[in-house]
């Protein structure tokens, strides 16, 4: 379908400018942002998943045009972290870090890849930019974003300098209650020579809003990006999580954990670009799709031409708890050199009736059976969460929707 | 047969090059296929007319639909001006019937059987050198004791004309319908040749029936048609033999393969391809199984500049079951992107698929494959193995499967493994006194057995002589 079809007829240079003035933007990123919006027109849908007769995600339905207010856009943020790193709310970091902005900001995401990062980069009203200098290790960044209007988006940068580290926790709620509403975010990750980054996000939005989130990182030499991916809220997602190993000896691992039920569809893709020697990438993700939720999963491990002595590893296992769900599945392996060790799997299956059948006749009620095996299910990808806040969280609200359930 | 065979070059010699006039018309004015040329063919056949409509039916689709486009990773088929079939529908007339002799076929082809070591008989039938009378005599006898079974085993134009009612029932309609994808349309269209198999109730066919002979028969193969008809509780093996390189000239083949595998029957259908490098090698095959049947695909897919080729099996019965061995092998300058589609649409249906791919010298192999669980296919199970084995950087190895599962009680398994052959193992047979080419072919030898010890014994040898000769570099 063509984008044409999408562009907005109340959308305005003037808003883009009253939003670019509120914060005190510099006029290149006016441009930019005014740049994104003109490119709208010709921008089309991210790209989805096709097969023989459908469309695994249709993004074209969504009124785009009821569901984006950019001028009345309200947020609860927390943004903290250690003293030794910097984590600056959006003004903030454009008052006093533009050079860095000037250096990273689209530089991982492409404004104008497809229609809704140019939306958000024409509208973005709140952002992070998280800046660690060399060396520092810094814990426990937290962003959190409450949402509090019909639309918002949000832009998150984060650059670390050689040899620094740092742990981000980010997580998106819905404060008050609207009916339908709209996340879009976008996260750049800049990992300097020998840093480490490990990003955690807990997508917990209300079940009536929409969502749209690109998180993409480059790592240098010897650096690593671990990303920690939870989604539970939202009735659409349409994520991507991506790693460009572009430094020799580099590191990513994406590990992804959802929970779908009532009618939620989940769109979420797992990349990793091999671009150099010696690289390795590890991509877990396990899911439930409950009810009459749907689960879309693209993995993609590409190992380019000169990744020499590649490793490459993905697994993907989505357990039914229903008969009306569905749980698609595309895990792609592209490889152009062949010094490389890769493999991938998928497996889509129902809890095991023999676990079942062992702990029910050792006097567990079946109820309880179920949920302690659905829990174990989650142990792997949960074992892979270095910040302990976030593995609470995520295992409780896994916990609390499984205890709902009938 | 040959008969008939004079008869056409007696009396049709005048219709063949006024329908050749016709087609470089078409040619110049850029109409590509035309309603005349499709008549042209049909008349030529002297099909009934029923026939001729579903060709008209199946261009008119053809027409309307567009080029496959945006799939990722795609092959390249900007080569390929569908424009420029035309000349293709007919090759020239001197070839159609094939060769007189063996002096006659191409270099490239003779010096690949030479390499192969097949013996001269065995050549000439690969080669389509005077396949019909060579292998008429061989298969002769053969179809006289299946026929005492109710067999039915000819060419496919001859079935139009003798078994009208069983190809008009099967005949592009339920299983591979024109309206599938550009190719089966224009297969359906311009089809031509190919085989058609009937088993009766009951019935089992010890031999693999083999189709070496339709190569050539009416010198258009490459838009040759299969139709399998296996009746409840019988058994065939079809071996397909597109093991002879092409004459040079063919750069299309849109073959169509259809299959019905009644209920408890079992039908495994093999292939070893290889079209020589300048052809687009793009076929449908599918299989319909009732209750309890088995279909078993078996390829090797060596040749061609580019495949696209994803056998596909509908499981509609309770308990049907599908097999899919697969191994392709892309050197310099090939695309090979293959794989399986199975659509789970029935309870306690299962399903295997086991893919190998070898890329070498720029190569690149692609695993495509779908499968689908609909909604109610309870217990059922698919399992997907896919190995990919390289050789070099300037090749290229993809996996990209999709899994449509709609049905919770279920067991899904996908993997897939890329390597380079291993540095261990070539080391290990040197240090036994193997070098190092003959190492890599004893790795990749055992690497492929899987479809090797699925085939009978002269195409094993076959594909095994392939492999290597692709390895040493040194087939055309």
């Known amino acids: 379908m063509s984008a044409g079809t999408q562009v907005h007829a109340n959308l305005t240079e003037e808003q883009v400018r009253e939003i670019s003035d509120g914060l005190d933007e510099p006029d290149w990123l006016l441009e930019t942002r005014l740049e994104a919006l003109a490119a709208l027109e010709d921008l089309e849908m991210p790209d989805v998943i096709r097969t023989p007769g459908r469309d695994w995600t249709n993004l074209h339905e969504l009124d785009f045009e009821s569901l984006v207010d950019p001028l009345n856009a309200a947020e609860n943020k927390d943004q903290v972290g250690p003293e030794d790193a910097e984590v600056l709310p959006w003004s903030e970091a454009v008052a006093d870090h533009e050079d860095l902005l000037q250096e990273h900001f689209g530089s991982i995401v492409d404004p104008q890849e497809n229609y809704l990062t140019a939306l958000s980069t024409a509208l973005f009203s709140t952002g992070t930019v998280i800046y660690v200098p060399e060396g520092v290790d810094a814990e426990d960044v937290t962003v959190r974003t409450e949402q509090n209007s019909r639309s918002l988006f949000n832009y998150t940068l984060v650059i670390t300098e050689e040899s620094s580290s740092v742990t981000i926790l980010e997580r998106q709620s819905t404060g008050e209650e609207a009916a339908e509403q709209y996340y879009s975010g976008v996260v750049e990750v800049a990992a300097g020579e020998n840093s480490y980054v490990q990003y955690g996000s807990l997508q917990n939005l209300s079940e009536d809003a929409y969502n749209f989130t690109v998180k993409r990182g480059v790592a240098d030499t010897y650096a690593t990006i671990d990303w920690i991916e939870g989604n539970l809220g939202t009735q659409l997602t349409k994520t991507e999580v991506s790693t460009t190993l572009s430094g020799d000896s580099s590191e990513t691992q994406i590990v992804g954990a959802f929970y779908g039920h009532n009618d939620q569809h989940f769109d979420l893709d797992a990349k990793v670009w091999h671009r150099a020697e010696h690289t390795t990438a590890d991509l877990v993700t396990r899911g439930i799709t409950d009810d009459v939720a749907r689960s879309v999963y693209e993995g993609v491990q590409d190992v380019g031409a000169d990744a020499w002595d590649t490793s490459s590893y993905q697994r993907e296992n989505t357990l039914m708890l229903s008969d009306e769900s569905e749980a698609d599945a595309s895990p792609k392996l592209i490889i152009n050199n062949h010094d490389t060790e890769a493999s991938h799997s998928a497996t889509v299956g129902q809890i095991d009736a023999e676990d079942l059948f062992y702990m029910t006749s050792r006097g567990v009620d079946p109820r309880s059976a179920r949920n302690m095996l659905v829990e174990g299910f989650f142990v792997p990808v949960l074992e892979e969460i270095d910040v302990d806040e976030l593995r609470d969280d995520l295992e409780e609200l896994i916990g609390t929707r499984l205890r709902e359930r009938e | ?476």
């Not at chain 2, 093999?270 to 095959?285: A, D, G, I, P, R």
Request: hydrophobic residues 35%; negative net charge; contains cysteine.
């Open chain 2, 1 to 476: 047969m040959s008969s008939d065979q004079d008869h056409l070059q007696e009396t049709d010699t005048e219709a063949r090059f006024e329908f050749k006039k016709e087609e470089n018309a078409a040619v110049k004015s850029d109409k590509g296929l035309t309603e005349e040329i499709i008549r042209m063919i049909s008349e030529d056949k002297d099909e009934p007319d029923w026939m001729l409509e579903r060709r008209l039916r199946a261009l008119e689709q053809y027409q309307n639909m567009p080029m496959p486009s945006g799939w990722p990773g795609m092959p390249d088929l900007s080569e390929l001006d569908v424009e420029e079939i035309i000349p293709y529908i007919r090759p020239d007339v001197d070839k159609r019937e094939g060769v007189d002799d063996w002096t006659e076929l191409p270099d490239e082809i003779k010096d690949t059987f030479d390499k192969l070591g097949i013996p001269e008989a065995e050549k000439n039938a690969l080669s389509g050198v005077g396949a019909q009378y060579e292998s008429e005599v061989v298969y002769q006898n053969m179809q006289e004791q299946w026929e005492e079974k109710g067999v039915i085993f000819c060419n496919m134009d001859k079935a139009v004309q003798e078994h009208p009612e069983l190809v008009k029932e099967h005949f592009m309609t339920t299983c591979v319908p024109p309206s599938d994808n550009k190719f089966a349309a224009l297969h359906g269209a311009v089809w031509s040749g190919g085989s058609f198999v009937y088993v009766p109730e009951g019935v089992t066919v010890e031999m693999p029936v083999q189709a070496y002979f339709r190569m050539n028969s009416e010198g258009m193969g490459q838009f040759e048609h299969t139709l399998i008809i296996a009746e409840e509780g019988s058994e065939v093996h079809y071996i397909e033999g597109c093991s002879a390189p092409k004459y040079g000239t063919h750069n299309l083949h849109s073959g169509g393969v259809e299959v019905f595998v009644g209920e408890d029957a079992h039908v495994q259908y093999s292939t070893v391809q290889n079209w020589s490098k300048n052809t687009f090698n793009l076929n449908t095959k599918r299989a319909i199984c009732e209750a309890n049947g088995t279909m078993e695909w078996v390829s090797g897919s060596m040749g061609s500049k580019a495949t696209m080729l994803y056998p596909c099996t509908i499981l509609k019965g309770r308990g049907s079951t599908d097999t899919h061995i697969t191994i392709a092998f892309a050197g310099e300058g090939q695309d090979i992107d293959t794989g399986a589609k199975v659509y789970h649409n029935a309870p306690d249906t299962s399903s295997t698929i086991e893919s190998k791919s070898i890329s070498k010298d720029g190569g690149r192999t692609n695993y495509r494959g779908l499968v689908h669980i609909a909604d109610g296919a309870e217990n059922s199970s698919t399992a997907v193995e896919c190995d990919a084995l390289m050789f070099d950087n300037e090749s290229t190895s993809d996996t990209m499967p999709y899994m449509e599962i709609e049905e919770s009680k279920v067991d899904v398994a996908h993997e897939a493994t890329v390597g380079k052959i291993g540095d261990e193992d070539i080391f290990y047979l040197q240090s036994r006194g193997l070098d190092d080419d003959d190492a890599k072919k004893m790795i990749v030898a055992g690497f492929i057995e899987p479809i090797t010890e699925e085939l009978p014994i002269e195409y094993a040898v076959e594909l095994n002589r392939l492999i290597e000769l692709e390895m040493e570099g040194s087939l055309g």
